[in-house]
């Protein structure tokens, strides 16, 4: 490393862009049972099995409001095709309440194949270092102490900017574990809406919204493989230019980018929610 304030100043801000992204990238291959070494998933896991026995209730009071809306006298509820009818719904409902949780792992690891098909064909094996060019770096640490005033300014507005991106840009992804933990803990509740022909739009509802949650990765890994790309060609620096205007300007272009970055990852569950028309 550069013993240059201004060069350590952006390439401290750069590593921190780097590591948070290469965490991104190893985050969005892990499963909820590994994630932090698997003891927030033991206590979901937990909490959904207690959640069950409310759930079973529920599923009973559901299909009895159900069973009352939809037949218009108890004789109905005789004939054999409505007795299947509500026969088949109860058992579903039942089995979906109690196999919950393998449910919604199954949906998980088929939103996950899908992640990692777009890793594979990316060709990418990790998120792209971004560093400081050579040129700006010799330019940078020739510059005499006057020449380096405006230069401390521009490297701190823009190693903040990449700094408090970094940092927007993983608390995204954390949130998205946070909604797949109280989406799993939550389960036996909504499905067991689906016992009720009137309440199965919440049970609809809800495996929609969990979908989406799990595709968010999706767009997500998609926007860093696109960076990815842009970091592989960085902005072209003019070696004739000043320093000051040389740091500026790739500044600017890089964290342009990062925004874009941020921000695709900030509207993922937006973009996700317009995709499945929720």
């Known amino acids: 490393m550069s013993d240059n304030w201004v060069v350590q100043n952006l390439e401290n801000a750069l590593d921190t862009w780097n590591n948070k992204l290469n965490e991104i990238w190893t985050l969005l291959t892990q499963s909820p049972q590994d994630f932090k070494g698997g003891s927030i998933w033991t206590v979901i896991v937990n909490i959904n099995g207690a959640l069950q026995a409310i759930g079973l209730a529920l599923l009973v009071l559901f299909f009895v409001v159900g069973m009352v809306k939809t037949c218009g006298s108890f004789a109905e509820v005789k004939k054999p ?25 199954a949906i998980f690891n088929i939103i996950q194949g899908v992640i990692s098909t777009i890793m594979t064909t990316s060709g990418l094996s990790g998120a792209t270092t971004t560093t400081l060019p050579s040129e700006m770096v010799t330019a940078i640490e020739d510059c005499s102490f006057l020449e380096s005033i405006p230069l401390w300014a521009v490297t701190l507005i823009g190693g903040l900017l990449i700094t408090v991106l970094s940092f927007i ?49 999706a767009v997500i890994i998609l926007a860093c493989v696109i960076f990815s790309l842009f970091a592989s060609s960085p902005p072209v620096v003019d070696a004739n230019a000043a320093a000051v205007t ?24 937006r973009i996700i929610h317009e995709m499945m028309g929720l």
Not at 83 to 91: G, T
Not at 209 to 214: D, H, K, Q, T
């Open 246 to 269: 040389m740091v500026w300007k790739y500044i600017g272009e890089l964290a342009f980018n990062m925004l874009v970055l941020v921000g695709t990852v900030k509207m993922s569950d």
């Open 81 to 105: 095709e409505h007795a299947l009818k509500l026969f088949v719904r109860f058992a579903i409902a039942k089995g979906m309440v109690t196999y919950g949780m393998e449910l919604m792992l």
């Open 169 to 217: 840009l993983i608390l995204t992804v954390y949130g998205r574990f946070f909604k797949l933990y109280m989406y799993t803990a939550l389960a036996p509740i909504p499905l067991s809406t689906f016992a009720g022909e009137p309440t199965q739009n919440i049970g609809k509802s809800f495996l929609k919204s969990y979908c989406g949650v799990l595709l968010e990765g």
